[in-house]
């Protein structure tokens, strides 16, 4: 079946008790077991909830994998990914990634004695560089956040499997409409379903999906002990937003492809940095790797920081606000939101400068968000 009809049927049956085609919010924390010795499937909501089963089953099959594990958030999900390694383990991360991801690895697991060294995002032999006699996982971050830098998937994968290397993907910014890193060799694939999975800005959540059985059970015997899963109406919510997918994926990113085109040519504008514009540097890498660009575009605007608060001053439609992948435009500073807490080093070490604008492009009017950004920039 093609993605769209996975998206509504599989893993959501109708309701067998009531006939409703939509799967219902088991709003409850335990179930009656039959006896002493014989218990159903479902005994406690944090070890497993209908509604969460039905969400896990639909994020797998949409991966093409064969375990989804929901989670309540998409950090909460990072780490339980990062639960298949042990101390003196070493992570190799691209340098391009979210900051909560970099704070995951510098103030959580290098305490625990998980160290992690860091690649240029682009490079596959940076990555190969980076790699010990310790390392047991490489954490990709493809399209990066912010600079929209691709990692070569496959041929990290490759790499890393020749050496017994594990390979996890965080897959947020594409979704699974547009790539599907499990295909492509990676042994995991973490979301933050709050995101374009999710899709309305209403939600927090997160999923690990794999097709490994041994992975899939380490990584579920801490969901169950650590217990930071969604509850049921978080679940329905993302099971809600994937029904429509497809279509916001492919409105989001024919909007963010004409505002990356208007950008580009803008007199403001010093750079774009968007996987479908043909100047972009791993574009061709793209082209095969995914089957569409996103939602998500950054540029940097001549004159600095003062140039990036005069933009947002000026906005009518983007909303100043941290997230993405909602349906309304939002707009941010990597430099003073998402990054903000690492030090000017870090940022200078990451390109990450102050005149860096990121745009998660809803579904509004193309041209209407289009006016908007030029009437900004323009001081209109």
Known sequence: MQFETLAIHDGQAPDPLTGSVTVPVYQT????????????????SRIGNPTRKALESTLALLENGRFGLAFASGVAASLAALQVLKPGDHIVAGLDIYGGSYRTFEQLMRPWGVNTSYAASESTESYEACLTRETKLIWLETPS????????????????HERGILVAVDNTFSSPYFQRPLDLGADIVVHSTTKYLGGHSDVIGGAVITSDPGLHLKIKNYQGAAGAIPAPWDCWLILRGLKTLKIRMKEHEASALHLAGFLEQHQAVEQVFYPGLASHPQHELAKVQMSGFGGMLTFALKGGLPAVEQLLAHLKLFVLADSLGGVESLIASPAKMTLGPLSDEEKRRRKCTDNLVRLSVGLENASDLEDDLRNALERK
Do not use: H, V, W
């Not at 924390?29 to 406690?44: I, M, P």
């Not at 956040?145 to 890393?160: E, F, H, M, V």
């Open 29 to 44: 924390s335990t179930f009656e077991r039959e006896d002493l010795e014989r218990r159903g499937e479902f005994f406690y």
């Open 145 to 160: 956040n912010p600079l929209l830098q691709l990692t070569d998937i496959r041929a990290i994968s490759r790499l890393a």
